[in-house]
């Protein structure tokens, strides 16, 4: 019997947790102040972040640093040459929630109104919370591909929720 009720139970938060999860609220792209990448491995993200930089969806790429000033390579994105500005900087504390203070700063300081947000898949729905406390703009999410497999969304479904319930209790912004 509480086998039962336990598998129905994880079931549920398993079906509960998909559309936050596993397929998060993502935005149509359109012309934007800015565009902001979240920090973290795998460095796909980074690289969606260019991309968009690149077609020309806003003149200004901030990056998110999160792994370290030692990380060579994130030289590639915060030493390269390109033909729009592109700032990083080492989000403090090192969590979504720094990254969110700092996207608020820099929007106050430069006037963003719209800002496109670049984070893995899983974590969308909760940096759009988070990012959303300390910016009043509009926000356009935007999904990088993520990894697979029972382990990685076992393990993605604990960590998120987990950041959910720190997110909701912290009096950030």
């Known amino acids: 019997m509480l086998c039962g009720v336990a598998i129905a139970l994880i079931a549920l938060l398993g079906l509960a947790g998909r559309p936050v999860y596993v397929h998060p609220q993502t935005d149509p792209l359109r012309r934007a102040d800015a565009i902001v990448v979240l920090g973290g491995t795998a460095y796909e993200r980074f690289d969606v972040g260019l991309d968009l930089a690149r077609r020309g969806y806003a003149p200004q790429l901030l990056i998110s640093r999160s792994t370290g000033l030692d990380d060579t390579v994130m ?99």
């Open 75 to 173: 030289d590639k994105y915060c030493a390269g040459q390109f033909d729009f500005t592109v700032s990083c900087f080492l989000p403090d504390p090192w969590t979504t929630d720094g990254e969110a203070r700092e996207i608020g700063r820099r929007a106050r300081i430069f006037g963003w109104q719209h800002i496109i947000v670049v984070t893995y898949t899983p974590h969308v729905s909760r940096a759009r919370y988070i990012v959303s406390k300390c910016f009043d703009g509009e926000l356009t999410m935007v999904a990088s591909p993520s990894e697979s497999g029972l382990g990685f969304w076992t393990w993605m479904y604990i960590r998120q929720s987990a950041g959910y319930a720190r997110a909701f209790l912290s009096r950030g912004c």
